[in-house]
């Protein structure tokens, strides 16, 4: 006769609390969110930066060799053609914003044409003035949160500084002037002299603008007004004064 060992019943499994479900939710949220807070500054201040550099050198490249088919320069500032929304026409290179900072800018302010895709990141006011005109050239870009920030670093800005903005045709120098805390429903730092008693009707204006606070803020405005210095073709290179502040331009065009 055969022994047979009797088969143990199975332990029915314990039923979760609805307060056990909400502490393991809230344990992988907080996990997420640190990950994410972690993760969005290294690739807004590491990939996104090199990406940005990689696409100027590859732009300018381009804009060298056609060149050389332009008509030379006649001491006229050129107006930047520029084209659809959504379309880059020119590379922002501030020093202040580290020494690698290049960003292109595309026309238009729309966020998911513009200003939060990390091929782009900055976007001209369609209504606003171009570099060689007289008047206010207005762009705008992220400070903070999880897109593209090419602005983040705007409180680095001190009196004099320069900022390049750089084109098919040259290069145009701004020295920046002043900035200032605005509410987001101050539109008139986009009019084409905003502000009177510091700007003559004749000057060329960049003005930034961006959220405030820093991280994660979107209270307040940071506008950042800077004035056209010089022009300088493409046929000379760049500006001395950009290649000495931020030498990584010129590497990689050969």
């Known amino acids: 006769m055969n022994d047979v060992t009797p088969r143990r019943g199975r332990r029915r499994r314990a039923r979760l609390s609805p307060l056990t479900v909400i502490g393991e939710l809230l344990i992988v949220t907080g996990l997420a969110v640190f990950g994410y807070i972690v993760w969005q500054p290294w690739h807004t201040g590491l990939v996104v930066t090199g990406k940005q550099l990689d696409l100027s050198h590859a732009m300018s490249a381009e804009w060298d060799k056609a060149s050389a088919e332009r008509p030379p320069y006649d001491g006229t500032v050129p107006v930047p053609e520029v084209s659809g929304a959504g379309e880059v026409f020119g590379q922002l290179h501030v020093p202040a ?3 690698t900072f290049v960003n292109n800018v595309a026309e238009g302010t729309d966020p998911w044409e513009t200003l939060n895709l990390d091929d782009k990141g900055i976007g001209h006011y369609n209504n606003s003035a171009l570099p060689g005109e007289a008047g206010n050239f207005a762009i705008a870009a992220h400070r903070s949160g999880g897109y593209i920030t090419p602005f983040k670093e705007v409180m680095n800005l001190r009196v004099g500084d320069p900022l390049f903005f750089e084109t098919q045709d040259g290069w145009y120098t701004y020295r920046f002037r002043s900035l200032e805390y605005v509410w987001p429903t101050e539109g008139e730092v986009l009019n084409s002299f905003p502000r009177m008693d510091v700007f003559e009707p004749t000057d060329q204006i960049m003005t930034l603008t961006t959220c405030h606070p820093k ?5 307040e405005r940071a506008i ?9 073709p493409r046929a000379d290179g760049p500006p001395a004064e950009l290649i000495e502040l931020n030498p990584a331009i010129v590497e990689g065009k050969a």
């Open 97 to 99: 914003f580290g020494t």
């Open 215 to 219: 991280n994660w803020g979107t209270d």
């Open 224 to 232: 950042a007004y800077s004035v056209f210095e010089s022009f300088q």
